[in-house]
């Protein structure tokens, strides 16, 4: 019940396309959703978060649309660029929770 | 600030080897954590602490030990070597819980091979 699990593994798209990586829960009191971005060679990196009040959250190219009833989030990243080639990590929480658990990652290239 | 600093970078074991993984913070972080990162598996946590003095397994503890005598420093014993624990270790801290929305703040990694 305290797992996240994320899809797909690894995924492949070309400049200006938008991936969308997806994570689910079991965890009705998980109550907070980072997603975290991770470059090869470098420790992870919020990238952004948003709590279960709100269905979508945006910041810059990076979307996260948060699905309550169905107990699912995603991330989607506009006019994907070279640069955004990393792993992403989605991971939840619960209040008072100590710990964050996070998905199995997803590594995203980008072509040019 | 440097943020989360860890050493060594790389770094090789034999089986039955015994090394201590450093791990600084001076952001003043309550919360620091260790986890390790196999490959299409995740991050793990190995050990937490809420403080200095206190600490707490994670999900997969065995073979590993931990202390927190300050602030800044949490280092991570391995005391028998295994191949199994060939991965890559990072450390991180946060001002407070998870639970309340404070971001995790890693380290650059720790990648260790045993042979």
């Known amino acids: 019940q305290q797992q996240v699990k994320q899809s797909p593994q690894s995924l492949i798209v070309q400049k200006g396309g938008i991936p969308i990586i997806n994570c689910a829960y079991e965890?009705?009191?998980?109550?907070?959703f980072p997603w975290y971005q991770q470059f090869p060679g470098k420790g992870p990196a919020l990238l952004i978060a948003i709590r279960p009040d709100v269905s979508e959250k945006k910041e810059g190219r990076f979307t996260i649309s948060f699905n309550k009833s169905a107990k699912q989030f995603s991330l989607h990243i506009m006019d994907s660029q070279p640069g955004d080639s990393a792993t992403y990590f989605c991971?939840?929480?619960?209040?008072?929770?100590?710990?964050?658990?996070f998905g199995q990652g997803t590594r995203l290239t980008i072509n040019p | 600030n440097a943020g989360v600093t860890q050493t060594p970078k790389f770094r090789i074991l034999k089986i039955g080897q015994s090394m201590t993984l450093q791990c600084t913070q001076d952001?003043?972080?309550?919360?620091m954590y260790w986890y390790r990162q196999d490959p299409g598996m995740g991050l793990k946590l190995i050990y937490y602490s809420v403080g200095a003095g206190i600490t707490d397994k994670g999900e997969v503890p065995n073979g590993y030990n931990v202390s927190r005598s300050t602030t800044e420093d949490f280092p991570l014993r391995l005391e028998l070597a295994a191949p199994s624990q060939t991965s890559v270790y990072f450390c991180?801290?946060?001002?407070?819980?998870?639970?309340?929305?404070?971001?995790?703040?890693f380290g650059p990694g720790t990648r260790l091979l045993v042979l």
């Open positions: 965890n009705t009191a998980f109550d907070y």
């Open positions: 952001m003043n972080h309550n919360y």
């Open positions: 991971a939840a929480s619960s209040m008072g929770a100590q710990k964050l658990v």
């Open positions: 991180a801290s946060s001002l407070g819980l998870a639970g309340v929305q404070e971001t995790q703040y």
